[in-house]
């Protein structure tokens, strides 16, 4: 796992150092107090099959969204992961398909509402989960 505190974004240095993995099939984003954000392309027709029955189509690789997760909820960790994530999507035309399930009484919507905030598009939505998709930029 390498460590980079001086990713820019927009001319801006990073708030917090942070560890990472990037490969071509997967990335993962870690903070020092244990927050992380986990993507993952499985190469399987799976992703791809999901977004031709919501008639979309998509060239570039489909990620899946292992999962963020953080120690101090509602504190802005989140966000941080998701801009960089955000950026590391963009910069390699990564497509990300995201099974959006609450954990620990958090709302679905306010779930979703986060996601739509970094690109993610409702494709379904049940009653305990949803189904969202982010296009390569």
């Known amino acids: 796992m390498n460590t980079c505190n001086n990713i820019l974004n927009n001319g ?3 708030k917090y150092p942070i560890k990472y993995i990037l490969e071509n099939d997967y ?4 903070l020092e107090e244990g927050s992380y954000l986990e993507i993952q392309n ?3 027709d799976l992703e791809k099959n ?6 979309l189509e998509t060239k570039s690789p489909v990620f899946f969204f292992n999962g963020i997760w953080t120690p101090t909820p509602n504190q802005g960790v989140g966000t941080y992961l998701m801009n960089i994530c955000q950026l590391i999507l963009d910069r390699n035309s990564w497509s990300v398909l995201n ?5 620990n009484k958090k709302d679905l919507n306010k779930l979703i509402e986060f996601y739509e905030r970094f690109g993610f598009t409702l494709l379904e939505k049940g009653k305990y989960c ?3 998709f982010r296009s390569a930029k």
């Open 130 to 132: 949803a189904l969202m």
């Open 99 to 103: 099974e959006v399930r609450p954990q």
């Open 42 to 44: 499985h190469k399987r």
């Open 50 to 55: 999901i977004l031709l029955n919501y008639n």
């Open 12 to 14: 801006k240095q990073l």
């Open 27 to 30: 990335l993962r984003l870690e």
